[in-house]
């Protein structure tokens, strides 16, 4: 009997396969498109083929699904096609699978499912098969249903489509909506920025009438010769005017900037749309410095100043309190870059205040930071700051020279010659182009500049007694502290990527650390390790501290970070602020304890309950250099120190257990110490049962292991009886194999003498049943039931042959009638063959060749069939060498060949009696035709 393939599915091909009656299509289409089955089949019931998973595209229109599919079998070395046909009606699902092969085996899918959404679904299956000439279902099978491409008249895509208006309803509302929220966000705004600018009026109204009320009028301080000198009038009108608005700092908004922080609502009020933003201040730091300060009320208020008085030297005094602690004459030295740390402070007080007013006018979180120039460009700049006294003066007069040319004389150059930035911003600011946001009044900015003062003046009061610490530290022992001294400007160290390369200085003690390599471990302690980030490249040491230096002001770029002695980092500090070597020290210091705690650590020592990591390395060194796994152990062990270590050792010596006199001999003591105390035993008698329990282990593993073994080669175990005992029987008794050990089992013989004794028997019954295995369980089935019976062996055997005799000559009788009322509905037989050289092969390589193909029509009684190829088989059983079709007494056949190779041959027999009633044979499209 030829086996029945598996059906394969692959690549489509075009193949002329007629569609099978498909189901009732969906109404209007609602499931038309491209889905995809994915589906899985149990194990083949008939020939234990396994279970698999497939997937296939079908196409559905109308409601009418169909797909056809065509594979390569190479490993039974044919062609495999199955064609796919069913549909939708309704919500209900119905498939069939045609499938055949090339060698004429054929199958058979049928499917039924439902549709439980517009593009999902599940169906269930059963693959139907020729098993003895009967169709068998031998495989179950389960799949899903997804719509993947749906048509636009489809459930799926009606749906999608509606889905779609109704997210696009949805973004218009909520587009709508925004609109009116933001809307009636800037309408507040504007409310809000009406009422807070007529309050600012009424205040500044309030305040110009008291002012006036005052008439307050600036002191002079005299001169030797009777006249007031420039520093005292200046001093005297700073006093003065320390609260006066009109020396106030405003910041202007840049409204006219499209993408500036600051932009204009609908009502005429500010919006701050940027938490960043960037201030001009061109008079805070405008050049060149000798420049008069144009400030009509401050010049009539002294009547004249000094060249040497500029522009940032006189608003850096407004900023300091009091105004008397200004250098002497007020000189600003560019040059002096001890001036920088003060300048800078300044800046970022004045930052700080605008940040501070901002936040109040426009909300907590409304500002992260804010940025004074002059590294702003008039590209990024959002907003100006200038004295309120140019927005009260006529700006014209400030910008261009005095009428009186006695006066023009007299006056130093315009405002427009010497900052024409500034002059241009002050003609924006004429012509409305910023809009006012607050005020840093003078009091406030003393105010954050006194504070800041006194942070840095601890700070470097505590700097101070960082390096008096370091002078004064021991240069070796307990007393020792050491730090680091980082190279280079802030800019260079980030060209460097902050990589380190230390430099240090030899030490002249034998003290620790033992090597100069583990200075550079002072990078790793808490403090200097956050001041200097970054891995150590190799150390670099010199002989003495002058050397180093010497090579430090060469900048030779070797070292961007030198670690050291206290002692000796003072006085290299020292040095490079006389000489001005640019550097940074660092304000952490770490003691001798804390270098030793880190090398340690470096060494993988760890500290453990109250025990330093350095303690641990100690340890470690006065019990023979353990490594840090076994002091982790010995410290959960409880020996944490020398003298518990020592009276350990005397424990092991006294216990005579055969250990080994070092640590680690003493770690295996001690654990089996403390599990033998905890279940009250002796280390001995610990070290007994675990022998034991070894010896027991390995066994239990050796008979595994025979087990597995006999079990690879068939055997089994039953009843306590281990694979491996049924295999050393076999072996025992001749080699016996697992299905002759298991019948004898079953008889009640499972050992070599129970086999001996059996097979004494056998020899003594003078049976010729011979002497193996099988015979002598023939011999005990026999000797069993005749013993039931109370009859002889050989009697038993005699009535079985005599019962089998009959039992064949009545199923040879049942076979004639059978084939007797057979031959009465279909006298005839028809016997098809394709061959080519007495080779016979199936009946489909006839009917096929390339792209032409052939059928067979029979008319068989009442019975009329035009088989195709894929269900020729179907005709009737094939015997081995032919296709054998049962033929009733009247009958018509017709077929065709297609092959050039292969001979279609038809032979026509009477059943009765076997004759020939007509033999064709037909080459390449010869036709065969008889009838009766």
Known sequence: MTKRPLPLLAAFVALPLALAPAAAPAAEGDHDGRWRLEYACTQ?????????????????????????????????NRDDVEQWSGGFSGASISMRTAGSASDGASWEYEWSGTASAPAEGSVTGALFASVRGARTQVRGCEGTLVLVAPAPSSLAARAASRQQEANAAAARQKEAEDAAARQRAVDEAAARQREADAAAARQKEAEDAARAARGTTPARSPSPDGRASPQATLEAFLEAHAGHRGLDLVLLADVGQPRGAFQRAVGGGLVLVQKTFCVEAPLLYAEPERAPIPLRALGEAVGGLPEVVGTRTAYGALARAPARLVASGFRDDAGDRRLAPEWALRFSSIASTIAAATREKFGAGAVESVTIGPNCSQS????????????????????????????????????????????????????????????????????????????????????????DELANSAPAGAGARFGAIVLGTDASRAATNHALRPCAVKPANDEFPEDVADLALVLRGDGIRDAVPGRAEPLRAFASIDELFVHLKRGDRWCSVVVGNGRALAALHGAMERDRVAHTMVW??????????????????????????????????????????????????????????DEAMARLAAARGGDAADVQGLVGFLQDERAAQARGLTVGQLRAERREEARRAEAAAEAARANREAEAQGFRAVEGRGAAEAMAFAREIGGATPRQVEALRMLGVETKAGHDEAMARLKASGLRDGEDADAL????????????????????????????????????????????????????????????????TSLQACLYSGSIQTEVEIRNGGDHRVFKIHDVAQMGAWNGSALVVDLRRSFEIKAQNADETFVLGLVVRDRASGAVRYQREAGRFGALRVGN
Not at 58 to 67: E, P
Request: one cysteine or more; hydrophobic letters at 45%; a positive charge.
């Open 380 to 467: 990024v700049a959002s907003a100006q700051l200038v004295p309120r006294v140019f927005l009260q003066s006529d700006i014209e007069e400030l910008l261009a020279p005095a009428a009186d040319p006695q006066r023009r004389a007299a006056r130093a150059p315009t405002l427009r010659q010497r900052f024409p930035q500034v002059a241009d911003q002050l003609a924006r600011i004429a012509r409305g182009e910023f809009a006012e946001v607050a005020s840093i009044d003078v009091a406030s900015m003393r105010a954050v500049v006194a504070r800041r003062s006194e942070a840095e003046d601890q700070k470097r009061q505590k700097q101070d007694d960082f390096l």
């Open 588 to 645: 952490h210091a770490i003691t001798l304890a804390q270098l030793g705690e880190i090398k340690a650590g470096t060494l993988g020592y760890r500290a453990m309950e109250g025990r330093t990591a350095l303690q641990a390395w100690i340890f470690a060194g006065q019990v023979g250099n353990a490594t840090p796994q076994v002091i982790q152990v010995l410290a959960e062990l409880g020996i944490m120190a020398k003298p518990g270590y």
């Open 777 to 840: 369980v023939g011999f005990l089935r026999d000797e069993r039931e005749a013993r039931q019976r109370g009859i002889s062996i050989a009697r038993l055997r005699t009535e079985r042959e005599a019962a089998e005799r009959r039992a064949a000559a009545e199923a040879e009788a049942a076979r004639r009638e059978q084939e007797k009322r057979r031959a009465v509905e279909f006298p005839f037989v028809a016997e098809f063959t394709c061959s080519v050289a007495q080779q016979r």
């Open 44 to 76: 083949n019931s008939a020939n234990g083929a396994a279970a698999f998973r497939a997937r296939i595209e079908l196409q559905v229109q109308g409601g009418v699904l169909s797909a056809r599919t065509a594979s390569r079998n190479n490993r039974l």
